[in-house]
């Protein structure tokens, strides 16, 4: 029984001794647990830079005096231009963000031909041919929205649209041609007119799809294409060749353009991308 004692007696004293040494021992700290990602993010800057492909659905003087002309045939074309755009937008949540973007669209050069007949004397058909040349750019301010649909190694299609105002300016305009109206005796005669240039301002509006690839965190690319509605320009009052002024200008009706853009976020929300110390031996 006194062995008993003595082995109990040495076992209490050891745990005494554990405990108190433990007291004595700084906690160690709890094993760090990353936070779970967060659904929503935050405030971005962007930069885009592109060029457009344009259309216009026809040209015609304001006052419609064009209206007893007959366009056999009337054909347009706008050169591609330069299309640089800046923004501040903000992630709402993994698929959803929305931008505030203004562009300055370059100046485009504007062909179009018009093949026409009219009435002439003594009921002859005259006919004539109108050559136009001008210049175009814009100014496009716009409020988009953006759905994300998913991610797939680090790339991010997307669809969206927005809403805006766009200053439409044409400017250098002129006309030049001839007209054959034989009918009142004159002959064939060239023709010339021209317009100083004029801006208009018009509700503009977009669809939008693309590429968004991510590069890190803070950092993404994107490839996108847009399909911008612009509507209208106008030139100021057209002088014909003798210097009469008409006292109405030329319209270019519902301007449409078709982007291709690449553009650049900067997550404004996201920690720097943490780099190693540097260490040096020696």
Not at 95 to 109: A, E, K, L, M
Request: glycine share 14%; net charge neutral.
């Amino acid at each position: 029984m006194r062995r008993v004692g003595l082995l109990l007696a040495a076992g209490a004293a050891s745990l005494l001794w554990s405990a108190a040494f433990a007291a004595d021992m700084p906690l160690a700290p709890p094993p760090y647990v990353p936070p779970p990602a967060a659904d929503f993010g935050g405030w971005y800057l962007r930069g885009d830079i592109g060029f457009s492909n344009q259309r216009v659905k026809n040209i015609a003087m304001a006052d419609g005096r064009n209206a007893a002309l007959v366009s056999l045939d009337q054909s347009t074309a706008f050169d591609s231009a330069g299309i640089f755009g800046v923004g501040i937008g903000y992630q709402f949540n993994n698929w959803f963000r929305g931008d505030i973007t203004g562009q300055y669209r370059g100046n485009s050069n504007f062909k179009g031909t018009d093949l026409l007949t009219y009435p002439a004397g003594g009921g002859v058909i005259g006919n004539g041919i109108n050559n136009y040349n001008a210049t175009k750019s814009e100014w496009l301010v716009m409020a988009n929205g953006y759905v994300d649909l998913g991610t797939w190694w680090c790339v991010t299609p997307f669809i969206g649209a927005g809403v805006g105002m766009a200053n439409v300016t044409i400017a250098n305009y002129t006309d030049t041609g001839s007209v054959n109206n034989n009918g009142n005796g004159f002959g064939t005669f060239p023709s010339y007119a021209s317009a100083p240039s004029a801006s208009k301002w018009n509700f503009a509006w977009a669809a939008h799809a693309g590429l968004a690839y991510h590069v890190n965190p803070g950092l993404t690319l994107e490839l996108a294409y847009s399909y911008v509605n612009l509507g209208s320009g106008t030139t100021g009052a057209v002088s014909d060749y003798t210097g009469f002024t008409r006292g109405v200008p030329m319209q270019f009706h519902d301007i449409t353009s078709h982007d291709v853009k690449l553009g650049v976020r900067w997550d404004l929300s996201s920690p720097p991308v943490y780099a190693p110390p540097l260490v040096t031996k020696g």
